[in-house]
């Protein structure tokens, strides 16, 4: 059975900073390309970041700069750095793989307070 399972999540100021762990299992980690996406209140689940095999990575607009998306093959985990967090950064994170996604998990909530 696929799984992925994220953590990390947590109540912040503005400014403040989190670190986002997904770990995965069921399913090859490290030849898959992966990603972190974010669902607002009332809004539709979007794309944060992306990370391919060889590292490459994607982000949105709006967490470019802030945000930093890393994997780790061999414990079969993905990370996401969090820098400068702002009250719109509020949403519940996801991560899935980037193609051929399984069913979202719980997701952790993030909350940046002002």
């Known amino acids: 059975q696929v799984q992925l399972v994220e953590s990390g999540g947590g109540l912040v100021q503005t400014g403040g900073s989190l670190r986002l762990s997904c770990a995965a299992s069921?399913?090859?980690?490290?030849?898959?390309?992966m990603g972190w996406y974010r669902q607002a209140p009332g809004k539709q689940r979007d794309v944060v970041a992306t990370?391919?095999?060889?590292?490459?990575?994607f982000y949105a607009d709006s967490v470019k700069g802030r945000f930093t998306i890393s994997r780790d093959n061999a414990k079969n985990t993905l990370y996401l750095q969090m820098t400068s967090l702002k009250p719109e950064d509020t949403a519940v994170y996801y991560c899935?793989?980037?193609?051929?996604?399984?069913?979202w998990g719980q997701g952790t909530q993030v909350t940046v307070s002002s």
């Open positions: 899935n793989f980037a193609h051929d996604q399984i069913s």
């Open positions: 990370i391919s095999v060889r590292g490459t990575t």
């Open positions: 069921g399913r090859t980690f490290g030849i898959h390309v």
